[in-house]
């Protein structure tokens, strides 16, 4: 919409997008341009308006030329001149609807100028399954699995480390500890050899001294002499 030649300048109001489609629980933004040829410095404010099934259109928001932010339960408006956005928040399917915005100038003979109308559609949210996880809990479950899968990794490989260690210095204690006659080999006895002994004895036989022999008869005195061997084993040590 253009002014007439009287005015002092001449403005255009526009919106955009023309369509938005969102799910709920998300946040659609629109923003609405005031193009000007000669900015005379007059006071406006920009309202943003909802229309729904071809009601009557229902005032929303509004914010002045000199508010560069305004925020409420429902809607958050910037003002960032020449464009001014507006962001629906936490929406439901009951804001689908037709949206526009209106100039508002306070010193000019057209005070009201209108933009064209932008639509609005909100879809349910889609329905998630018991089993089904969102791709960031996945992802975040995933890294959670490895990090355990490799903390278990390296706990083993300190525990065989110890085990190894301790059963290595166990070993060397035990050699350390033994008599040095264990650690030497055990030297072979040596063999027994039999040897031979000779040890002599005077056996002396007497007479029976019932037999009465006459003293000119009678021989001499007589001693036999035997010889009788013992055998005893002695061990020989071997020279060195």
């Not at 000199?66 to 339960?73: A, D, L, S, Y």
């Not at 030497?184 to 022999?213: A, H």
């Amino acid at each position: 919409l253009c002014c007439g030649p009287m005015l002092a300048c001449c403005r255009q109001v526009t919106i955009f997008p023309s369509v938005l489609t969102f799910h709920e629980g998300r946040i659609a933004t629109f923003s609405c341009n005031i193009s000007m040829e000669h900015d005379s410095g007059s006071e406006y404010s920009l309202n943003w308006y909802k229309m729904t099934n071809d009601s009557q259109a229902q005032k929303i928001a509004e914010m002045s030329r000199n508010n560069p932010m305004t925020k409420t339960e429902k809607y958050r408006l910037t003002n960032h001149t020449p464009v001014f956005k507006i962001e629906i928040l936490n929406l439901h399917q009951n804001d689908s609807g037709s949206y526009y915005c209106g100039l508002i100038t306070f010193f000019e003979p057209d005070k009201v100028m209108e933009s064209n109308r932008s639509q609005l559609v909100v879809t349910a949210a889609p329905e998630m399954h018991p089993t089904e996880e969102p791709e960031a809990e996945e992802s975040n479950s995933s890294d959670h699995i490895k990090a355990m899968l490799l903390g278990i990794l390296l706990l083993a490989g300190v525990v065989l480390l110890l085990i190894f260690g301790y059963l290595t210095i166990t070993y060397r204690r035990g050699d350390v500890q033994k008599p040095p006659s264990e650690n030497m080999r055990v030297e072979e006895k040596p063999p027994v050899v039999s040897i031979s002994t000779v040890d002599y004895s005077v056996l002396e036989f007497q007479r029976d001294q019932r037999t009465q022999v006459p003293p000119d008869t009678r021989a001499a005195d007589q001693t036999e002499y035997a010889t009788i061997i013992f055998p005893e084993e002695k061990p020989i040590t071997p020279e060195r």
